[in-house]
């Protein structure tokens, strides 16, 4: 049965939840507070990666955390505020840091990176958009034989799981990537990995949407929600009040302001990332993330994406240079041949990513809504499960059997 959907977001996990329910021949409209043209679905290093098969609350992380919280150039930078949200989420993910933890999340992540993958070309087939997609793999270069141990150990790890890894000495990376210095001692390579530009996926899905009959409502925010026996029966803009059947909650970052109003207590923070674009010529052609570091490089359709650091500190779209410049610090040691300008520098842009305390996103219907579907949380892993995410979206809405099992991804989880 057709029903009218507004989907609360406009970033890759809504217009991928978008595409999906438009398929199922829902009436779908989407709304977003912004213009669609920046944050983090514009912004982020476009890998489609079942390699990161690790949540961000691994073992050890709280540790260093607290270690980089007097760095401001650290790559995961929390910022300590007396604020009940955030002390609530920094317990439930020091909770998680555990092994056990992994051992659960780890092949979660991997089966919906993987679904994400397949949809992600299936798209791009089928609606003929042209995003770059590559298959060449991603690097896991590592400068200590600490680094490499650990980037090693994840590779076997990931072979258990089904993924195609494996380690690569310096020579070896050479003769993969011949046109630029490497400084490395070797590296973990995750051939299963995939990438893609992707402003020009986004461009290409929104154009698609539109041309099936999605509306679009943007520039406009959401500023009530109208509930009646755990039911939404409307919302209200800064615009306009709209009445649907159903809703999906995907506003990033801000999805938990909104949950808020129905009661629903969504443990999220937004993780602040960076990127810088350099389009002169590098030589690099394969994607490599600077293990020690924490730095992603990613070469696009006529540039070179460098992204990394995950800071932590409340919304706000400020960029620090400090933290732009530990990219471009990063960059030279690793690739000593590769440069960054004062004017790549200065033209940086950031994005909020949605980070939820145990590394998995929230994808599902809470037992306080009836109507609402929640699509939030995935941290720095949004590009590469969001396709995956549309589709378990729409199928929850269209009520048929999930492609994927949900309960690792319920709204309503305890930590």
């Not at 609360?8 to 409209?29: D, F, K, M, P, R």
């Not at 709304?31 to 514009?42: E, H, L, P, V």
């Not at 979660?108 to 995003?131: G, P, T």
């Not at 200590?144 to 590779?155: D, G, M, R």
Request: aromatic share 8%; net charge positive.
């Amino acid at each position: 049965m057709s029903k009218n959907i507004i989907v609360i977001g406009g970033g890759i996990i809504g217009l991928s939840s978008a595409y999906y329910l438009q398929e199922e021949g829902h009436q779908v409209t989407v709304i977003d507070q912004s213009n669609m043209n920046a944050g983090a679905s514009y912004v982020n290093a476009g890998y489609l990666s079942p390699s990161h098969i690790i949540p961000l609350s691994a073992p050890g992380v709280m540790k260093k955390g607290i270690k980089w919280m007097f760095d401001k150039s650290s790559p995961l930078y929390i910022k300590p505020r007396l604020e009940a949200d955030f002390l609530r989420w920094t317990w439930a993910f020091n909770k998680s840091c555990n092994p056990r933890h992994v051992e659960r999340a780890a092949p979660v992540i991997k089966d919906i990176a993987v679904l994400s993958q397949e949809l992600y070309r299936d798209i791009s087939r089928k609606e003929n958009i042209d995003s770059h997609y590559e298959t060449k793999g991603l690097f896991m270069l590592c400068q200590t034989e600490k680094a490499l141990e650990t980037e090693v150990s994840i590779a076997h790890y990931a072979n258990k799981l089904g993924l195609e890894a494996r380690e690569i000495s310096a020579a070896e990376i050479k003769k993969l990537e011949p046109n630029v210095e490497i400084n490395a001692i070797g590296a973990a390579y995750f051939k299963c990995d995939h990438h893609t530009t992707p402003h020009e996926f986004m461009t290409g899905l929104k154009e698609t949407l539109k041309n099936k009959g999605v509306k679009f409502y943007t520039n406009e925010k959401v500023v009530d929600i109208e509930v009646n026996n755990n039911t939404i029966r409307s919302i209200k803009t800064d615009k306009q009040t709209i009445v649907a059947d159903e809703f999906v909650l995907a506003a990033g970052s801000w999805s938990n302001m909104l949950s808020k109003k129905l009661g629903i207590k969504l443990l999220l923070q937004a993780g602040k990332g960076y990127r810088v674009n350099s389009e002169r010529e590098t030589g690099i052609t394969i994607p490599a993330i600077l293990a020690e570091a924490k730095v992603a490089i990613t070469p696009m359709n006529g540039f070179t994406r460098f992204a990394g650091t995950m800071e932590i500190a409340g919304i706000n779209q400020n960029i620090n240079k400090v933290r732009v410049e530990a990219i471009a610090n990063a960059t030279k040691r690793y690739y000593p041949s590769v440069e960054l300008t004062q004017e790549e520098k200065e033209n940086a842009a950031c994005g909020l990513r949605p980070v939820s305390p145990d590394g998995l996103p929230y994808i599902g219907k809470s037992k306080k809504c009836n109507n609402l579907t929640i699509a939030a949380g995935h941290a720095m892993m949004g590009w590469s499960m969001a396709t995956g995410t549309g589709k378990l979206v729409a199928e929850i809405i269209s009520e048929q059997k999930p492609s994927l099992n949900l309960t690792p991804f319920n709204p309503d989880r305890r930590f």
